[in-house]
Nanobody, 124 residues
Framework: QVQLVESGGGLVAAGDSLRLSCAASRGTIRNYNMGWFRQAPGKDREFVAS????????DYTDSVKGRFTIFRDNAKNTVVLQMNSLKPEDTAIYYC?????????????????WGQGTQVTVSS
């Protein structure tokens, strides 16, 4: 059983940066691939970024490439999403998720454990 807790969300202006953290408050995520997703009001939850258990491979949705960076610190049992040059369309609740049994990194239904989410609001 893995319990995830996100932090770092907030209200910022367009062009600002935020760093979201995802920590395992119970269990370990060191051996698992991890992902970040987001959900805007009235929209489906969508893939943002993923990272393999070793940190060797990352992937991003096209709209955040060059602006967001995902990385992990397995010693601290955390995964981080660094978000730069934020845009109003990045406004959403951001969730981290743990992929235990393998599958498509981009598929929300493949993930086994989820955090409670953290709100990111970007004003224009």
């Amino acid at each position: 059983q893995v319990q995830l807790v996100e932090s770092g969300g907030g209200l910022v202006a367009a062009g600002d940066s935020l760093r979201l953290s995802c920590a395992a408050s119970r269990g370990t995520i060191r051996n698992y691939n991890m992902g970040w997703f987001r959900q805007a009001p009235g929209k489906d939850r969508e893939f943002v970024a993923s990272i393999t258990w070793s940190g060797a491979t990352t992937d991003y949705t096209d709209s955040v490439k060059g602006r967001f960076t995902i990385f992990r610190d397995n010693a601290k049992n955390t995964v981080v999403l660094q978000m730069n040059s934020l845009k109003p369309e990045d406004t959403a609740i951001y969730y981290c998720a743990c992929l235990v049994n393998g599958g498509s990194f981009m598929n929300v239904n493949e993930y086994d454990y989820w955090g409670q989410g953290t709100q990111v609001t970007v004003s224009s």
